[in-house]
């Protein structure tokens, strides 16, 4: 069983260890209190691109959604502001843990393509459930000595079409 609270890179792998630190608990934990303040500074505003996939395996289906941090900003206060005033019939905290994989981050000198997977659901009062089933490709710079988000290609669907 995988205990999904803990970082599967061990602390000597230092930069795996806190890509992960900073993609998982922080941007969960901040996500759930709707509070940007908690993870604004594991952003480089600089030159940030996110582009959303709309759960489209095709790229034409893609749009540059986020040309600068602000816009992404912007969303992600929304998202997280709705996802705030809604119930849940278990925890939400533990449930997008066990919905969320990152075990793939792939490291170039400053540079990191990172993989971050969701594939679960969240239980309402009612019995039924939200499904989570996305991914997200980040690109992440050391810069200032940490590791930080870059851009991102996000809202794609988790699996992508077949190989």
Request: net charge negative.
């Amino acid at each position: 069983m995988t205990d999904h609270f803990t970082n599967p890179f061990p602390a000597p792998d230092a930069a795996r260890h806190a890509i992960w630190e900073m993609l998982v608990p922080r941007d969960i934990d901040a996500f759930l209190a709707a509070d940007w303040s908690l993870v604004a500074d594991d952003f480089i505003e600089e030159g940030f691109i996110g582009i959303h996939g709309n759960k489209a395996d095709n790229p034409d289906r893609w749009t540059l959604a986020f040309p600068n941090l602000a816009a992404y900003r912007k969303e992600w206060l929304r998202q997280a502001q709705d996802f705030a005033s809604q119930t849940f019939g278990e925890d939400a905290r533990t449930a997008i843990f066990r919905t969320t994989t990152l075990r793939e981050i792939e490291i170039a000198g400053e540079t990191a393509l990172v993989r971050k997977k969701f594939d679960g659901s969240i239980l309402r009062p009612d019995g039924t459930r939200d499904i989570m089933q996305w991914q997200t490709l980040y690109t992440c710079r050391y810069h200032r000595g940490a590791w930080k988000i870059s851009g991102f290609t996000g809202y794609l669907p988790n699996p992508m079409g077949t190989p």
